[in-house]
Structures are given as C-alpha cells and as structure tokens.
C-alpha cells in the first residue's frame, strides 16, 4: 500500500498541469518546512493553487466558446453545394 | 433576383439569426473582446513582473495595494458585461489572489519576502492564462 508520500510522488511527475500545481503545492510545504512561510502563508498560498485552477477551468470554457463561434462565422460564409 | 436565390437569402438570414439565439440562450457566445477590461489586467501582469520590490516592504505593499485595486476595477467593470461570466468568474479569482497579499500588507502583519514573490508568481500565472484568452475574444 502506497504512503502519502509516495502518492504526492506520483501526482508530482505527471507531465500535465496537475502534476505541475502538485510539484508547487510540495515547493510550499518545504518552504514552509525551512521556515520561510508562516502557516498561515503556507495556507493561503494552498488556496491560490485552487483559484488558479478555477482561472484555468473559465479560461478552457471560454477558449471552447470562441473556437466555437468562430467556426459558426466561418460556416455562414461557406455557400451551400 | 430570382426567386431561388431570395429564398436562399432569407434561409441563411434565418439560419444565422436562429444560430445567434442558440448561441446566446445556451451560454456559448464568447464576450466581445474589451481593451478597458484588457488593460486594467495587463497593468496587474505589468506590475506582477517585479517580485524585486518584495524586498522592501514599502515597495511590495504598494505593488499589491495596486494590483488589488486593478483586480478589483476589472471584476466590477466586467460582471455585468453581456456574456461576461467567464471574464468575470477569472477576474474574482484573480481579485481573491491580490486582496490576501494586500490585506496582509494593511493589517501590518509580518509578510515574509518568500511569501510575496510566490504570490507576485502566482498573480503573475493568473494574469498570463486570462490575457491570452481575453485577447483572442471577437472584436466588433
């Protein structure tokens, strides 16, 4: 049975977005290990990984939404055979 | 004219105006793209370039007293915009992510440098992922 360590490991080298939060998610934790964050930044700097993905989540919509409406405006240019 | 091609016309008005109604009711129309809303977020992008100034505290507390200020300008300028809840769903996140750093700042907390410039990293993250789609948005 895996540890949370070795699950955080796995997450960590995912060659995708998640596994790029989770290696800075980890950078926190150590930061906050040496000393260099309080608690309470560590917290809030958790907390910022959950508001940029939120950002990244409207902004795939919102890419979607203009894909979309620009392939609708190429259509009605396209003549019927 | 002939008559084939005037049907055809008002086919494809009809067409394009259902289209536009599919569009809009379902939530699928992007908002047009805004050059103030634009600029209020590149002014944060700007600002968020130099984690420099985390070494003075003056400086740091200033830099994220304005990019609050922008956050918070662009979320209430462009909640009420038509089609606008992506923009705005973004912009609160962003406005979320500035008010911790400056709240710390105006309460006169101890704010370590660290801190600041993994915050100006992550508003600077932020600012880069809602630019590149702001802009691609239709121009009128």
């Excluded at chain 1, 995708?16 to 800075?24: I, P, T």
């Excluded at chain 1, 934790?29 to 958790?46: F, K, P, T």
């Excluded at chain 2, 002939?2 to 599919?22: E, F």
Aim: hydrophobic share 40%; proline share 3%; charged share 25%.
């Amino acid at each position: 049975m895996m540890n949370l360590d070795q699950v955080i490991h796995n997450f960590m080298n995912q060659p995708n977005a998640l596994g790029y939060r989770v290696q800075q998610a980890v950078g926190y934790r150590d930061a906050a290990a040496r000393g260099e964050i309080s608690q309470s930044e560590y917290q809030d700097l958790l907390e910022d990984l959950r508001r940029l993905d939120d950002i990244n989540l409207s902004a795939d919509e919102l890419d979607q939404q203009i894909a979309f409406n620009e392939c609708i405006s190429a259509l009605k240019y396209i003549p019927l055979p | 004219m002939t008559t084939d091609n005037r049907r055809r016309i008002i086919g494809y008005s009809l067409l394009a105006l259902l289209c536009l109604l599919l569009l809009s009711g379902c939530g699928l129309l992007p908002s047009r793209f805004d050059g103030q809303e634009h600029a209020m977020i590149v002014n944060v992008h700007v600002i968020s370039q130099d984690d420099g100034v985390c070494n003075s505290r003056d400086s740091a507390y200033l830099a994220a007293q304005t990019m609050y200020q922008d956050a918070r300008w662009a979320w209430n300028y462009g909640r009420d915009l038509p089609n606008n809840d992506k923009m705005a769903t973004m912009t609160a996140n962003l406005m979320a992510i500035t008010r911790e750093l400056d709240d710390r700042y105006k309460k006169g907390d101890s704010v370590s440098a660290t801190y600041c410039r993994l915050k100006f990293k992550n508003i600077h993250q932020a600012t880069d992922t809602i630019l590149k789609v702001s802009a691609r948005r239709p121009r009128l």
